[in-house]
């Protein structure tokens, strides 16, 4: 027993001599810190507010790197025997982070009077002041301290408050747990305990002791109080549930016995137990029963739930039980109604996510359950009179899912349609726009929805208020109006939408009216003048009749909107010429091309006016001529392309989306396909790796044998190479290089320092300072270094966004029994990579559009290249910048001479960069040129990428 003891000791000296174990940081920056004479005066002769302050000065001071052991003895003398508590916590905090052995690794003899101080507090009146004093012992590592205060600690475990019985069982447990030979016998101590405790807290202590320590002893107890666990504190039902995890995830024979405990547990009052139970649930058993109860477990807690965060954790966990048991269709359909209670949730980013995963549980066997439900839900917007942002939000992703459902399933199309179609006249143009991208794609699959689809389109097109919406909805009637009477009511909700003809004359006519039926009013009214008599003033006022019931239509065109007029010339030309095709009436065919001539010549005329408050611009001019000489010509090839190669091409982009579509969902399929002749894995002969997997031992030491022990690619001996930075010269007095870990929010230095003289270095400091987005955390403390010895310090710097930052920095030290100013080597800088940050996003083509307005930085970097091959080229920008490329591949394909293409990426922080390609190949040399664009929202996010790019170009151009 004493030569263990001696032991530990010593292996706890040797520690503490080389690093002393500390859990607290404290980061501030004191501007003139007080001298150590100063502090002993403060601390001999001040008050108690007075000694206050010093400690804490005293305290900083020493995490900051200062020695000051002339302090101890005065603070043992004049702060220890107060009993302020405040005092008392900070010294807590002083006994922790002062260094409590001398050179040799002894334990400093001052030491004695501190452990008679800790005893006494352990005997204190006050409970607080002996759980503090219990809980300061867990972070004690001198058994030497610690043993004369054994049986004081366990005297506490029958004291009357709580708080300081749990605070003692925390103690023996991190006692035990270090120094096992001061209390061999804690675990039987500590059942014994358990049995005669009513605290719940009290309990959760011991048990949680008992889980680690003997994990018999805690089956033992749980096994006694099985049929009472309902009844226990949710602290403690937390700690069961991750003993039950434990032991049968180390013996699965084990699991029967707890099943039915945990589904006791799913109801229990407790949230974060019903949450950890159905965790657990799930892994002891994947039956459909356990599978359907976790699951609706889980939508039960975001449901009643109050917490957004909350939520969305839970749903992301019940979305992963469901991609883990996606083949149980039963689990499918219940759980689809189910996950629709929780869109009563108000939080947009909840609804979202539930709408994105309710698609993936629609089948044929709950679509027109599932559809009803978002009908409801529709309904429900309509009648909300307050539409904030939030709600047309809302509109627009149940648009979204009726979309999906009403594509995928034709059967729902029918009741689809008359719910989106509602949305045109609503003032939610980002909702009405998706409607008309779905009534686009049904009138393209579904024929036999075309007539109903387009009476309905037709008679929404007076009130349609938007003129995006307006545009497309134009194209639409314009390309599927097939029918005589189709085309007829088409040209006639057009003249009416239009107004009476020709514009320019009837508004001429109409705005004479207007100012002969003026009326002119006098207003007379008093005023003072500055001298302080009075005057009169007159004002004539005249009221001018405008006519503010016009034609939608009429009033865009008013606007200056022609790009709506070329839309529409587009729609009338389609409309003439298909009307010649199916109807045989030569008279009423001329009739309808007559008028059809007559709107778009009336427009042009409009255009070349002073009426609108826009000119048209000359593409309009010429696409509005070259309409009205098609209907004139009639030449057949322009006539094929207006009536055949313009739907021809927009089936071949809904079939190219489709593909699209298609691949990236067989890409994110995980399939595992086992071979029939594959051999299978018995678990006794199975052990646990190093990562926590199950390695077979036999098939590992076979392939070594055979093929040899190969690395991964990903493997750190391979990679952490690329990671290393030379900070100094090999010729410098030290030699310095740093290894780059780079996590999601921050960056750990890990730099080695070699003494490359034969000098010790003393105070040897590593000074480091950022440039940029990043803040340093933590400063490495001074370190002595003897000669041609080497030593790792370690710093850590915060990332707050994704900008391009510099680290630099200098290593300043003192050479041992030379006196003289501080020698220093100034550090190579390290530049952050930005790439590390950026990850490929996807996102729709209206969501992009829309960010590409709204984002104010824009940078714009010219195509230098050696690459001839635009593809190739794509491909390498996509390498270096992380980004994905939106445009889909078979828009990328053939030889044109030019290229253009959107690429998207996100960064961990949640900002969005977009870019815009646009190369075009000379025809002379074959060499690239063109630009990149690239948006987002903060400046140095486009820097950074824009820097990114050139540099790939350089290197390329180098290589």
Request: proline fraction near 3%.
């Amino acid at each position: 027993h004493s030569q263990k003891k001696e032991a530990v000791v010593s292996t706890q000296s040797t520690g503490a001599a080389l690093e002393q174990p500390c859990s607290v940081l404290i980061n501030v920056n004191i501007s003139d810190s007080p001298s150590e004479q100063s502090l002993k005066q403060d601390f001999e002769n001040g008050s108690t507010a007075v000694k206050i302050q010093a400690l804490k000065n005293a305290i900083i001071m020493m995490q900051a790197g200062e020695k000051m052991p002339g302090l101890l003895m005065h603070i043992i003398r004049y702060v220890l025997p107060e009993q302020d508590h405040t005092i008392k916590k900070l010294l807590f905090i002083f006994w922790e982070i002062v260094p409590k052995r001398d050179g040799a690794g002894k334990l400093l003899t001052e030491m004695i009077l501190v452990c008679d101080a800790y005893r006494k507090d352990l005997i204190h009146p006050n409970e607080f002041i002996r759980g503090s004093t219990l809980r300061f012992l867990c972070k004690v590592r001198e058994p030497e301290l610690l043993e004369p205060l054994m049986p004081s600690i366990r005297s506490c475990l029958e004291n009357k408050h709580s708080y300081v019985r749990r605070n003692a069982v925390l103690a023996l447990y991190t006692i035990y747990r270090n120094f096992e030979f001061l209390v061999p016998d804690a675990p039987e101590l500590i059942q014994g305990y358990l049995e005669g405790e009513q605290d719940s807290s009290c309990k959760r202590n011991a048990f949680i002791m008992l889980i680690h320590t003997d994990q018999q002893r805690a089956l033992t107890y749980l096994q006694s109080c099985i049929d009472d666990i309902g009844s226990f504190g949710d602290i403690l039902q937390l700690v069961i549930v991750e003993l039950i995890y434990k032991v049968c995830q180390a013996k699965p024979t084990e699991r029967a016995k707890f099943i039915r405990t945990v589904y006791n547990l799913l109801s229990s009052n407790s949230a974060s137990v019903r949450y950890e139970a159905a965790g657990t649930l799930v892994t002891l058993s994947s039956t459909p029963t356990a599978v359907k109860a976790a699951a609706k477990c889980y939508v039960e807690l975001i449901v009643h739930e109050s917490d957004n965060n909350v939520k969305l954790v839970v749903l992301d966990k019940l979305i992963k039980l469901q991609s883990e048991h996606k083949h149980d269709l039963t689990l499918q359909q219940e759980l689809s109604m189910d996950v629709l209670r929780i869109l009563t949730s108000t939080d947009i980013e909840v609804r979202r996510k539930t709408l994105d995963f309710l698609m993936s549980l629609i089948s044929l066997r709950n679509v027109k359950d599932v559809v009803s439900l978002l009908k409801k839900e529709v309904i429900k917007t309509y009648s909300n009179t307050d539409k904030d942002q939030n709600t047309k939000t809302y509109q627009q992703l149940l648009v979204k899912a009726l979309h999906q459902c009403g594509v995928k399933f034709p059967i729902t199309a029918e009741i689809v349609v008359p719910i989106l179609m509602d949305f045109l006249a609503e003032g939610n143009e980002k909702a009405a726009e998706s409607v008309l991208e779905f009534v686009r794609e049904a009138v393209t699959r579904f024929e036999n929805l075309q007539p109903s689809i387009i009476e309905k389109l037709l008679n929404s097109l007076p009130s349609i208020k938007s003129i995006s919406v307006l545009h497309a909805g134009l194209w639409i009637l314009g390309e599927y109006c097939t029918s005589e009477d189709q085309i007829r009511n088409m040209v006639d909700v057009v003249l009416e939408s239009v107004g009476e003809l020709p514009i320019v004359d009837t508004e001429i006519r109409e705005s004479t009216k207007d100012e002969s039926e003026a009326t002119s009013t006098v207003t007379v009214t008093s005023r003072v003048t500055a001298d302080g008599t009075y005057a009169t003033q007159s004002a004539l006022s005249t009221v001018t009749n405008h006519n503010e019931d016009k034609p939608q239509l009429r009033t865009f065109l008013l606007d200056g909107e022609f790009f709506l007029g070329a839309a529409l010339a587009t729609a009338l030309t389609k409309l003439a010429l298909r009307y010649k095709q199916v109807c045989a009436d030569v008279h009423a065919c001329n009739k309808l091309t007559a008028q059809s001539m007559l709107i778009l010549a009336s427009i042009m005329h409009l255009g070349k006016s002073s009426l609108p408050k826009k000119p048209i611009s000359d593409d309009d001019v010429d696409w509005l001529s070259l309409c009205i000489r098609v209907l004139n010509d009639g030449s057949p090839v322009l006539v094929s392309i207006f009536t055949r190669a313009c739907r021809q091409s927009l089936q071949d982009m809904i079939g190219t989306l489709d593909l699209s579509k298609l691949q990236l969902s067989e890409a994110e399929k995980d399939i595992v396909k086992t071979d029939v002749d594959a051999l299978i894995n018995f678990s006794h002969i199975l052990t646990n790796h190093a990562d926590g997997q199950a390695v077979d031992e036999l098939e590992l030491s076979l392939l070594q044998a055979t093929e040899g022990s190969k690395k991964k690619e990903n493997d750190i001996s391979t990679t952490a190479l690329s990671k290393v930075y030379q900070l100094t010269g090999f010729s410098d007095p030290i030699y310095a290089e740093a290894y780059i870990n780079v996590n999601q929010y921050d960056i750990v230095l890990d730099v080695l320092v070699v003494n490359q003289t034969p000098d010790t270095l003393q105070n040897l400091t590593l000074e480091l300072a950022t440039l940029g987005d990043l803040k340093l955390v933590d400063k490495p403390s001074p370190i002595t270094l003897a000669g041609n010895d080497f030593c790792n310090t370690k710093a850590q710097v915060k990332v707050a966004s994704t900008e391009t930052g510099i680290i630099f920095g200098n290593i300043v030290y003192d050479v041992s029994g030379v006196s003289g100013d501080k020698s220093c080597v100034v550090l190579n800088d390290i530049h952050i990579d930005i790439m590390d940050y950026i990850v490929p996003a996807t996102c729709t083509d209206t969501e992009f559009r829309k960010m590409w307005a709204e984002f104010e930085w824009e940078n714009k970097v010219s195509v230098q290249s050696n690459i001839t091959d635009m593809n190739q080229y794509l491909e390498h920008i996509l390498k270096s910048t992380n980004m994905c490329c939106l445009t889909p591949r078979q828009a990328l394909e053939g030889d044109c001479g030019f290229l253009a293409a959107n690429l998207y990426a996100k960064s961990v922080f949640g900002e969005d960069a977009l870019a815009n390609i646009s190369i075009e190949q000379l025809s002379d040399s074959g060499a690239l040129t063109g630009h990149i664009r690239i948006r987002a929202k903060s400046q140095g996010m486009a820097l950074s990428l824009g820097d990114k790019i050139t540099h790939s170009q350089k290197k390329e151009a180098g290589a």
